[in-house]
Structure formats: structure tokens, C-alpha cells
């Protein structure tokens, strides 16, 4: 396969015939796509607008210390207490 040649990769018989099932399936998806794109189509790379996903920003009272370690399993002085995972230095 020219492809895994170009790319340095040593294919087998096997995953050869399988990727160039794939690689046909990706083209006709390609083409089927420009058939549809006409020059009264914008390009997009977001379909959907980005301030649908913004809210407005409303100042609210934070959490209280107490309140923000309320649930945690294992708290101290005020703090979230967790396993050491780094070792000492």
C-alpha cells in the first residue's frame, strides 16, 4: 500500500485489504460531502452559534470554606485532605 510506504509503516496482506476497505468508506463519505457543499453553503467549523452556550454572568456569593468541605470524605483545618501520590524529595 502506498499510503503505509509513504508513512513508514509496515503493514500486513491482511491489514492492508482491511484499511483499504476504510480508507474507501472515508473517501465516498469525502465525496458525498463536497456533492452537498455548494458555494450557497458557508463553511463552519461550529454548526451551532458559540452564544448558545454562554450565560450571562451573574456575581453569586461563593461558598464558605466550611460549606466547600462540607462533603468531603477526610477535611482538616479547613482543607481537603488527600493521599500523598507524590513521593518525597
Known amino acids: 500500500m502506498h499510503l503505509g510506504d509513504l508513512a513508514r509503516i509496515a503493514l500486513t496482506d491482511e491489514e492492508i485489504t482491511r ?3 476504510d480508507l474507501n468508506v472515508i473517501a465516498e463519505s469525502i465525496n458525498k460531502v463536497q456533492e452537498i457543499a455548494t458555494d450557497d453553503v458557508p463553511p463552519t467549523a461550529n454548526p451551532i452559534p458559540l452564544e448558545a452556550y ?11 470554606q466550611e460549606e466547600a468541605t462540607a ?3 477526610v477535611s482538616e483545618a479547613g482543607m ?3 493521599p500523598r501520590i507524590l513521593g518525597e524529595e
Do not use: E, K, M, W
Open 80 to 82: 481537603f485532605v488527600a
Open 71 to 73: 462533603g468531603a470524605p
Open 19 to 21: 484499511l483499504q476497505g
Open 54 to 64: 454562554l450565560r450571562p454572568d451573574v456575581p453569586q456569593t461563593p461558598l464558605t
